[in-house]
């Protein structure tokens, strides 16, 4: 059976963006496999989007059983990947600002107020720095790299 909403003037052919609260709670009382799909397919695009915001609402009042636990789950998973990506591109990032420097880690990690080891879990990915101390960082940089062509 195809799912139908009943009170929006929407399908669930629509983009499910335009869904909203009562079509996502619909499709997942009453959708099957290829509905949560889309919502799904929309969480992993954008894990703090609309979407993932409306279903996350949703699930605070409608708990369909089994799905609402795989849903959170979707979204949990969503965000986890998109944070991991995340932390590795600002691991790559400071392995690049390292680099260019000139500068050996142990004195990089000097001029940057912190220890040699502390600075290899930026580098590893380990530990994300503050946003304060990566602009300190492209700053010792770019400082050393005027001083040293």
């Known amino acids: 059976m195809s799912l139908a909403f009943r009170n929006i003037d929407i399908t669930p052919d ?38 993932a915001q409306e279903l996350e609402e949703v699930l605070t009042y409608a708990r369909p059983y089994g799905v609402a636990d795989l849903m959170e789950d979707v979204v949990r998973t969503a965000r986890t990947r998109v944070e991991q990506a995340e932390r590795d591109e600002v691991a790559m990032e400071i392995r690049h600002i390292v680099e260019t420097s000139g500068l050996n880690g142990q004195e990089f990690a000097r001029q940057i107020g912190t220890s040699a080891s502390r600075l290899s ?29």
Request: charged content about 20%; glycine content about 6%.
């Open 14 to 51: 629509d983009p499910v963006a335009q869904w909203h609260n009562e079509g996502i709670q619909a499709a997942l009382e009453r959708g099957d496999l290829s509905d949560w799909r889309k919502i799904a397919s929309e969480v992993a695009r954008a894990p703090w989007g609309q979407v």
């Open 121 to 149: 879990t930026y580098i590893h990915g380990r530990v994300v720095p503050s946003a304060t101390l990566l602009v300190r960082m492209r700053q010792v940089a770019q400082t050393s790299k005027e001083n040293h062509p």
